[in-house]
C-alpha cells in the first residue's frame, strides 16, 4: 500500500485545514487508516484513525471536537479535517495504513501501522 498526504500549509491560529491520505496499491487488505503527527522534539503521536470498511473512528484527546476523520472509499481516500487550530498543532502530520487481521488492532497504537506515507507539515502561527 502507498500512501500519500498532502494539504498542510501554514495558517493562522483558529483557522483550518484539511488534510488528505490517498491510499494505491493493495487496500483491499486494509483495516484502517490513521494519522500521527510529530512535532520538533517530540515522539510521533496518534490523532485520528478511522477503519475501512466500517466507519469506526477514533481521535485522540487533544483534538477530540476540533478535529474530524472522513473517508471515502471510491477515491481509496482519508481526510483529516481540522478546526480552531492552536499553535501547538505545528507537526508534520503523517498517514498510515494497518493490514486486516484475524483481530482487531487498536488504531491508537502506532506498532500496529505497517505503511506510512511521507507526511506533509501543519505550521499554526500565533
Known amino acids: 500500500v502507498q500512501l500519500q498526504a498532502s494539504g498542510g500549509g501554514l495558517v493562522q491560529a483558529g483557522d483550518s485545514l484539511r488534510l488528505s491520505c490517498a491510499a494505491s496499491?493493495?487496500?483491499?487488505?486494509?483495516?484502517?487508516i490513521g494519522w500521527f503527527r510529530e512535532a520538533p522534539g517530540s515522539g510521533r503521536e496518534f490523532v485520528a484513525a478511522?477503519?475501512?470498511?466500517?466507519?469506526?473512528?477514533y481521535s485522540a484527546d487533544s483534538v477530540a471536537g476540533r478535529f474530524a476523520i472522513s473517508r471515502d472509499n471510491d477515491k481509496n481516500s482519508v481526510y483529516l479535517l481540522m478546526n480552531s487550530l492552536k499553535a501547538e498543532d505545528t507537526a508534520l502530520y503523517y498517514c498510515?495504513?494497518?493490514?486486516?487481521?484475524?483481530?482487531?488492532?487498536?488504531?491508537?497504537?502506532?506498532?500496529?501501522?505497517?505503511?506510512w506515507g511521507q507526511g506533509t507539515q501543519v505550521t499554526v502561527s500565533s
Open positions: 498510515a495504513a494497518a493490514k486486516a487481521t484475524t483481530w482487531r488492532p487498536d488504531l491508537r497504537l502506532r506498532r500496529y501501522y505497517q505503511y
Open positions: 496499491g493493495r487496500t483491499d487488505n486494509t483495516y484502517g
Open positions: 478511522i477503519t475501512w470498511g466500517g466507519g469506526r473512528k
